[in-house]
RNA sequence: GGCGAAGUAGCUCAGUUGGUUAGAGCAAACGGUUCAUACCCGUUAGGUCGCCGGUUCGAGUCCGGCCUUCGCUACCA
């Protein structure tokens, strides 16, 4: 079997439901595939669910199920919000199905045997919500950097050598430009590897849910470790036949889960198993959501494609072209390098220019012409030159957008072949060439109908509906073909065409709010800024757990600023008879010269670090400046040196 | 702190290897047209291309420095 072209988004963890940012990647790989089937290139499109992972057991706990019907549960909300809008995946894998238990223990075996995983013991702190380590280091106040609560753990675990990758993966990515995208993206990836990659552990206690270790019941295997396989394992593999599909020709996905685990993980994994790497690893950028806001829940900002189809339905669409409004906005709102803001405006900016104004009174001009001039039939008569010149560059720029993956451009050439339709037809006035009885009426009708026609095709991989609703309205089948867009076969001379039908109902829109006093205000807000309230409490502590720091009075006999730092002091401290080294940020508060002989607090049994190579035992305590600069704490009289402070 | 990206019209952005008067879409003003969904078409206005310096006959484009924003990353607290 030939080769298919290949392409997947990322499997969406079920513990959040779909909103745009998932719709956005589906969109983009929806139209993909389309566009290269009117290729005439078979495609095969997969998504699905990511169901492992402690946490997922654990939210179904809470949820009062079991992990399966939890999981199928959330899965299914995927399905639906994705037969809304038409998604044409041709696959949608599940982690917890058979097929991909069996790849993941299979691959798992693989790298086992060639040396490339092997046991190793790990005892630190573990975030359980985020299902990774935590280094002492990064613990706030005893919990992850991001909150949330972290346990001890201590026990045996295989690792991934992804170490031994890190100059096999640079030298593929600098032989495989396509590899990679966007550059920006490519360039961080590169940084990332340069500064020295980890073993990785990749498998966990088993938690009664999860894949487990071959041979090892006592552990399931990570699941990031798992989620990837899943390209893997919708082609069949290890089963015969995975070669037609494999390898990928895009994997698609949000920038957050581009650098370490599709770009970086994923590849060393494949490279270990001695399995092809994907052709292109490929990630968007993210909606915002108004002023700069990110998305966020607790916002109430975030936009529900469902809404948004609703909405477009109360302006007057048929749902199914409600729906193709959301496909097209998303399509033409898609970021690359950087993020894009998604906001009611500008989608009903989108809507409004492209959809009512261009396309839909585009066809419902042309239809109405051609009852009025010609008769209400395709006449017989040759497209004009220029006419189909516009549209076989029309053509050109949307398959080579497609091939170099810019969704948001192939959907401007499309609409653009709209818009050069708009100004021919005001050029060419075919009511004043009725009126005057020109016979050059046929050729221009004819050719603003091939242009309608043409531009039901090029459309069609965003708006397949509203394609659908084109071709009805001409009365013919569908064109499905890329190459007969453009031709006089695709319009045969004499159909009869049907009556216009409005597509795209003009949203009316709010007049733009005046606010010529508001950018001042909002600069002048945004220049106070720092003037930020108390800090957040921190979680109340026993008088126990206080007494386990144990802070000490001590004098600075020795200070000089940290070589190849601007922030940094070397400090030599003396506590009673006992002398230290504290390495501090304070370098851009004070000199070394105010330092030497006065009296601090420092804590005396902090775990030691190295902070630019150098030893340092203990913290010197300093509250925080207006500007976040530190501000040293003193006796307020010479205390005993190495006197314990409560 | 390090690395990277971005900074071009009111908004979103395009500007190839340096080469005339810096472009598009949207928004605005004016005009035109009547086939059409108050739409479409045209014209106009609007830019010291973040700032400073350099290379060059010539810089949005190349070089150096700086500022701002964002991302990644190290560290500090």
């Not at 190793?120 to 609560?149: M, Q």
């Not at 008088?543 to 190849?564: K, W």
């Amino acid at each position: 079997m030939p080769k298919r072209y290949y392409l997947t988004t990322p499997i969406y963890y079920v513990n959040s439901v779909p909103h745009a940012g998932h719709a956005l990647t589906m969109m983009v790989c929806d139209a993909t595939k389309r566009h290269r089937e009117l290729r005439g290139e078979e495609v095969v499109f997969l998504t699905g669910t990511d169901e492992n992972g402690t946490k997922v057991a654990e939210a179904a706990a809470a949820a009062g199920e079991t992990p399966q019907a939890f999981t199928d549960r959330i899965s299914q909300a995927f399905v639906e919000a994705w037969r809304k809008l038409d998604f044409q995946y041709d696959d949608f894998i599940r982690t917890t199905e058979p097929r991909h238990h069996a790849a993941v223990q299979r691959l798992f075996d693989i790298l086992r045997e060639k040396g490339h995983v092997y046991m190793g013991s790990y005892e630190g702190w573990y975030d359980v919500s985020a299902e990774t380590f935590v280094r002492e280091a990064d613990l706030v106040d005893g919990k992850s950097p991001d909150g949330n609560e972290v346990r001890w753990v201590s026990e045996e675990n295989y690792f991934f050598r992804l170490s031994a990758f890190g100059d096999p993966l640079l030298a593929h990515i600098e032989q495989n430009p396509e590899f990679l995208q966007p550059e920006g993206r490519r360039n961080e990836v590169i940084s990332f590897i340069k500064q020295g990659l980890r073993d990785m552990c990749i498998t966990r206690a088993n938690p009664g849910w999860g894949i487990p270790v071959p041979g090892d019941d006592s552990r399931v295997i990570y699941v990031w470790f798992d989620a990837l396989i899943n390209y893997l394992a919708a082609t069949g593999w290890p089963e015969a036949g995975w070669e037609d599909l494999w390898p990928c020709d895009v994997h698609w996905m949000a920038k957050e889960i581009f650098t370490r685990f599709h770009a970086t993980l994923w590849p060393a994994m494949l490279m270990a198993a001695d399995l092809p790497l994907p052709r292109t690893v490929i990630a968007h950028g993210w909606f915002t959501f108004g002023e700069g806001g990110k998305m966020s829940k607790s916002k109430g900002n975030v936009i529900n494609p469902d809404d948004l189809i609703q909405k477009f339905v109360e302006a007057g669409c048929q749902p199914e072209l409600a729906m193709d409004a959301v496909r097209w906005v998303l399509a033409r709102s898609v970021p690359y390098d950087n993020d894009t803001n998604f906001t009611e405006d500008s989608i009903e900016r989108i809507y409004n220019a492209d959809l009512a104004n261009d396309l839909g009174n585009a066809l419902n001009r042309a239809l109405n012409m051609a009852h009025k001039f010609v008769g209400g039939q395709i006449p017989d008569a040759e497209p004009e030159a220029d006419l189909v010149a516009a549209i076989a560059e029309a053509k050109a720029k949307v398959a080579d957008a497609f091939d170099r993956h810019r969704i948001d451009e192939a959907a401007d050439g499309a609409i653009g072949l709209v818009r050069f339709l708009n100004k021919y037809i005001d050029t060419r006035a075919p009511w004043a060439l009725a009126k005057s009885e020109d016979p050059a009426l046929g050729a221009v009708m004819l050719s603003i109908l091939l242009g309608l026609r043409a531009s039901e095709a090029l459309v069609r991989p965003f708006i397949p509906h509203a394609a659908d609703a084109m071709a009805k309205q001409l009365n013919l089948a569908p064109l499905t073909d890329y190459d007969a867009i453009g031709t006089p076969a695709s319009l045969p001379a004499g159909t009869k065409l049907n009556n216009p039908e409005p597509m795209f109902p003009r949203l009316e829109r709010a007049k733009p709010e005046p606010k010529p006093a508001a950018a001042p205000a909002e600069k002048a807000e945004k220049k106070e800024k720092p003037k930020r309230g108390l800090p957040e409490p921190a979680p109340e502590v026993s008088i126990d757990e206080f007494f386990r720091f144990d802070l000490r009075v001590a004098r600075i006999i020795e200070a000089e600023r940290a070589e190849g730092s601007d922030k940094l002091m070397k400090l030599q401290v003396r506590v009673g008879d006992i002398q230290r080294q504290i390495v501090a940020g304070i370098a851009k508060q004070y000199a070394p010269e105010d330092l030497i002989g006065r009296q601090v607090v420092v804590v005396f049994n902090l775990k030691p670090a190295k902070l630019m190579g150098l030893d340092s035992q203990g913290m010197i305590m300093a509250a925080d400046g207006p500007d976040g600069g530190a501000i040293l704490l003193e006796p307020d009289k010479e205390a005993p040196e190495g006197s314990r402070v409560h």
